[in-house]
């Protein structure tokens, strides 16, 4: 377990799609293809320093080569085109509830949405989510709130919204 | 569920058919490289080289035979270091000194560039300032270093770019001395201002930090200012503290600055800023910026911007308090 080769493929096995996820939102499939390429060829000359915990650490790489690129912002339809399909009884108003979901997302803030999806796609503190996203972690808070405040209104059924 | 709803959007379909295509590419190009032990910085390695250089002219006695003892190696626990300890450390030895005593900041550079691929030019300037006036030391100790023949021959024909001007000693009159650090200018009173708070200071490098910027790599170039400037040692502790929480640090317990001085040398994740700490005192021996050449901006009217270029360093002879040289 201890010889450099298997403790990358290791890392890379565990952690290859969750830094690819990240990359898909900034950038088409292969640029982020490219650039996780990149994160992981950056770990593995790095891999005596890196921390025991990676993830943070390579989503951090990650977003720093991701912001050289020219357009890194957050997209709706970069996103609709990969939307997972679910097989399920009421398929067509999940799809639609996914698809008003990530064009809320995309809409509002890049950092709001961001720190929405750090922490729920990741499993991610707060703390850790705080670092990727360059903040102070009170910062991330109020930015997590935010977003979550946002998605939920937007979300929200209209007779509701009509009642309130 | 909000959280929920956002957990079914990560697109788990396309990650998992790049992963099953990607691996074996990405495997073999990796493994094509030695993993790195450490990487040390052009400069570093410069200085290395200026000292390989200097051995050359040490004159060995006639070889005499002399018996040696050596010592049974016998096992010592010794703590493990890593860049997050080295600056936690740091930070209470700051805590620990005693503010210095002087009407004047003064600093004592030694400044390296890297006009060409294979050219460092190196000289030594120094100030005395007390937020409005002072001295500005002629630039001296002017040396220029080639990795060989060709790149001085290449540096010759392009008219010796990089040289510093060789101006006189002169007085601060009619200038101020400010740094800019991110989106704030900054001047002598404002360091000295700067919070030892946390959060204090954490809101002020985030107000400072210009949007879209990395902020560990931002603290790393701030830090090169703060860390030598007439700043409190509280400030500079609490600074620290903030470095030491940057994610993918690395620590080069072995290293040495560009003019030789043994120090702990960390660099911050994206590898393009390293600094030399001397562990005794916790003071900055060096920063080096092995970044991108930033470009140059507009100032506003009556300011220089003096963009980071890849390769710079700067090796700090002397900073504190003092008084005015006669």
Redesign the interface.
């Known amino acids: 377990m201890d010889d450099?080769?298997t403790r990358?493929?290791d890392l890379?096995?565990r952690h290859?799609?969750?830094v690819?996820?990240y990359a898909?939102l900034r950038a088409d499939?292969a640029a982020a293809?490219d650039v996780?390429?990149e994160t992981?060829?950056i770990a593995?000359?790095?891999?005596?320093?890196l921390?025991p915990e990676p993830l943070?650490?390579l989503l951090?790489?990650a977003?720093?080569l991701l912001?050289k690129q020219r357009d890194s912002g957050i997209r709706a339809e970069r996103?609709l085109a990969?939307?997972?399909?679910?097989d399920s009884p009421d398929v067509a108003d999940?799809v639609t509830?996914?698809e008003a979901?990530?064009i809320v997302?995309a809409a509002m803030a890049e950092a709001d949405a961001e720190a929405?999806?750090l922490?729920?796609?990741y499993g991610l503190t707060p703390r850790e989510a705080a670092?990727?996203a360059?903040?102070?972690a009170?910062?991330f808070a109020v930015r997590l709130h935010r977003a979550?405040r946002r998605?939920?209104e937007a979300?929200r059924p209209r007779t509701l919204q009509e009642q309130s | 569920m909000i959280d929920d709803l956002v957990r079914s959007l990560r697109p788990d379909d396309v990650t998992e058919e790049s992963y099953q295509a990607r691996r074996a590419d990405d495997l073999t190009r990796a493994f094509a490289e030695q993993p790195a032990r450490r990487r040390r910085s052009p400069l570093l390695a410069a200085s290395g080289l200026l000292a390989a250089a200097a051995a050359a002219f040490v004159v060995f006695a006639p070889s005499t035979t002399v018996p040696v003892k050596i010592p049974l190696e016998t096992p010592v626990a010794t703590p493990v270091l890593t860049a997050r300890s080295v600056l936690l450390a740091g930070a209470e030895t700051l805590e620990r000194t005693p503010a210095g005593k002087g009407t004047y900041w003064h600093e004592k550079v030694r400044t390296f560039t890297s006009p060409l691929d294979g050219v460092v030019v190196a000289s030594t300037g120094e100030t005395w300032y007390d937020g409005r006036d002072g001295k500005i030391g002629a630039t001296r100790d002017v040396k220029t270093t080639f990795a060989d023949e060709r790149a001085e021959k290449v540096w010759r024909a392009k008219g010796r770019p990089g040289l510093p001007d060789a101006g006189a000693e002169r007085s601060f009159e009619g200038m101020v001395l400010a740094w800019g650090i991110g989106t704030k200018q900054v001047r002598q009173a404002d360091l000295k201002k700067l919070p030892a708070d946390r959060a204090a200071l954490q809101k002020w490098l985030d107000e400072a930090r210009p949007t879209g910027e990395d902020a560990g790599s931002f603290t790393f170039a701030a830090a090169r200012h703060v860390l030598t400037s007439p700043a409190s040692n509280a400030a500079r502790a609490t600074l620290l503290r903030i470095l030491a929480d940057q994610d993918g640090l690395r620590l080069d317990d072995d290293a040495t600055d560009p003019v030789g001085r043994p120090g702990l040398a960390i660099t911050d994740a994206t590898g393009d800023h390293t600094l030399v700490v001397d562990p005794a005192t916790a003071k900055l021996l060096a920063y080096v910026y092995d970044g991108p050449d930033e470009r140059q901006v507009d100032s506003p009217p009556g300011t220089t911007m003096i963009p980071a270029r890849h390769g710079t360093a700067y090796a700090y002879l002397e900073t504190g308090w003092a008084d005015l040289p006669r």
């Open positions: 450099p080769e990358f493929t890379y096995d290859y799609r969750a690819l996820g898909l499939r293809e996780v390429g992981f060829l593995w000359r790095r891999l005596a320093d921390p943070p650490w951090g790489v977003r720093n912001r996103l990969y939307l997972p399909a679910r999940q509830e996914r979901a990530l997302l929405l999806i922490t729920s796609w670092k990727i360059g903040c102070a009170g910062t979550r998605l939920t979300l």
